[in-house]
């Protein structure tokens, strides 16, 4: 198969994607949401007795679940995933 600078470049494209999804983190956002309301409402969510149970708590109360390899804006990491569920703190 020949290739060319085209499919090089679509290529290098590719993997510069996969690269960067592996790069993401999750984080939780609300419009207008200020970093207090965030802690004060997963300290409520923490709480709760199962990682499902805290992301139901979270996204009850308007707060939006998202991946991103930036920190967007009105963006707070949280507990995303199970691994630092099992640390989270009481």
Not at 2 to 25: I, M, N, Q, R, Y
Not at 63 to 73: G, V
Request: proline share 3%; net charge positive.
């Amino acid at each position: 198969m020949k290739h060319t600078g085209k499919t090089t470049a679509l290529g290098g494209l590719l993997t510069l994607c996969v690269l960067l999804g592996a790069c993401s983190k999750h984080y939780w956002v609300k419009r207008d949401a200020s970093a207090d309301e965030f802690n004060r409402k997963q300290r409520v969510c923490l709480h709760e007795a199962t990682h499902t149970a805290y992301r139901q708590c979270m996204e009850a109360s308007g707060w939006t679940r998202i991946k991103s390899s930036t920190t967007p804006t009105g963006g707070y990491r949280g507990y995303p995933d199970l691994h630092s569920w099992a640390f989270r703190p009481y």
